[in-house]
Structure formats: structure tokens, C-alpha cells
């Protein structure tokens, strides 16, 4: 059995930042149900029983065109940045 490591940081609410031992990722949504994107670049959707340990992800086939996780977490943190220095 493999060592897991996964943490969560809210960015906003419904945004999350989350890091885990393959890099960094970001999520999206509510208690229970969020879509997100992997360090690896590959996009899920995540829905579960919120303190009951229940979960489903099912992850997307990949685009045609090569897509990383790291523009992507440019964008946000230049939207957030503008946000709180307003």
C-alpha cells in the first residue's frame, strides 16, 4: 500500500487550492460536489456524502490539444490577486 498525502486550501469559497505528494491541483465547487483539475492536468468530478467517508470521482478523457494545470493556476492567482488589491 502506497503513502497518500493530500491538503486543501481555500482560495475563496468554492475554490480550492489543493496540494498533494504529485504537485498542485485545483478544485471547484460545493459541500460534497466539486470538478477539479489534477497536478497531472487531468480534469474529475467528485461527488459524495458529506462526513460519512462515501465518495465517487470519475475522471475525463483527456483534450486532443496537451493542457497543464499550471496556466490555468496563473489566471486564478492574477484574478485573486486583483481582487484582494482592490
Known sequence: ???????????????N?????????????????HIGITSRGQRY????LPGTGISWREY??????GFR?????VVLLGVLALIVLR
Request: a positive charge.
Open 45 to 48: 468530478t467528485s461527488v459524495g
Open 60 to 65: 475525463h478523457k483527456a483534450r486532443t490539444v
Open 17 to 33: 487550492l489543493n496540494l498533494s505528494k504529485s504537485g498542485i491541483g485545483v478544485s471547484a465547487g460545493v459541500r460534497g460536489a
Open 1 to 15: 500500500m502506497g503513502l497518500r498525502f493530500q491538503r486543501r486550501f481555500r482560495i475563496v469559497r468554492g475554490l
Open 69 to 73: 494545470v499550471w496556466p490555468l493556476l
